[in-house]
């Protein structure tokens, strides 16, 4: 069961949003499918991303796998913390392991996402 105040990608990213700013992750799925994550590479703040487009990479003992952007906007932060504790995104992945908060371009992309039922569905193959 996935946290039901998300919205979430194919990509397995999730979108928590608050007023005209989204906070990004990705799921508790994805972090367990990579393993233990190793780095993680993520933009700088001001920069425009495009839904869906790649914003950063992920590392883990398994793989390296694009990020995928679920909803545009301007990056007003990353997450600091990932830089010296990758390892957040396997603990906390919809807490302390958030990697982006963006300034939503376009709110209605937001609900274009998989609410959460449709996800668990997705997941669970």
């Known amino acids: ?23 990004v992750g990705i799921t508790a799925f994805a972090a367990g499918q990579l393993g233990d994550i190793v780095f993680v590479e993520l933009p700088d703040a001001g920069r425009v991303l495009e839904q869906f487009a790649t914003f950063g990479v992920v590392e883990s003992v398994k793989a390296v796998s694009d990020l995928f952007a679920p909803i545009g906007g301007e990056v007003l932060e990353t997450n600091g913390a990932l830089a010296a504790r990758p390892e957040l995104v396997n603990e906390e992945p919809y807490g ?30």
């Not at 194919?10 to 989204?22: F, M, Q, S």
């Not at 990697?99 to 997705?122: H, N, S």
């Open 96 to 125: 302390g392991g958030w990697m982006l908060r963006v300034r939503v371009a376009d709110r209605r992309q937001f609900d274009e996402l998989l609410e959460p039922a449709a996800y668990d569905a997705l997941v669970a193959g």
């Open 1 to 23: 069961m996935v946290p039901p105040d998300l919205r979430y990608t194919k990509d397995h990213e999730w979108v928590r949003l608050a007023g005209d700013e989204a906070i």
